[in-house]
């Protein structure tokens, strides 16, 4: 069972994860924008530059879908349910919510 101080702490680090992840956003929509298609740069530079955007395509995708998790948990944190695992009911470890806020699941059922 979580403390009101570690409500409070998560909080606070939720709102830290969800700061970083807006930035990161913005770059990344920055890098992934369309690569032109007459571009100067040449072939190799080209091919490069599309290998890129796949890369930043899908770590857009991914810091989309963790932001999303963490705003949905922010919310979550005064719930009495959160801290413990929605597959098998008990307590995750503080250490694993201070490193990954956004995760429901216990280590044991995340794998
Ligand atoms: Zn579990």
Redesign the pocket.
């Known amino acids: 069972m979580l403390s009101e101080e570690q409500r409070t702490e998560i909080k606070a680090i939720i709102e830290t994860m969800i700061a970083e992840a807006e930035k990161e956003l913005l770059l990344l929509k920055e890098l992934t924008a369309a690569v032109a298609p007459d571009t100067a740069i040449g072939r190799i530079s080209r091919m490069d530059a599309i290998n890129n955007k796949t890369v930043n395509d899908a770590a857009y995708r991914n810091t989309r879908k963790r932001l999303k998790q963490l705003y949905n948990v922010q919310e979550m944190v005064d719930d009495p349910s959160y801290g413990k695992?929605?597959?098998?009911?008990?307590p995750?470890a503080y250490e694993r919510i201070m490193i990954m806020p956004e995760k429901r699941?216990?280590?044991?059922?995340?794998t």
């Open positions: 695992c929605v597959r098998c009911g008990k995750i699941v216990c280590v044991h059922c995340s």
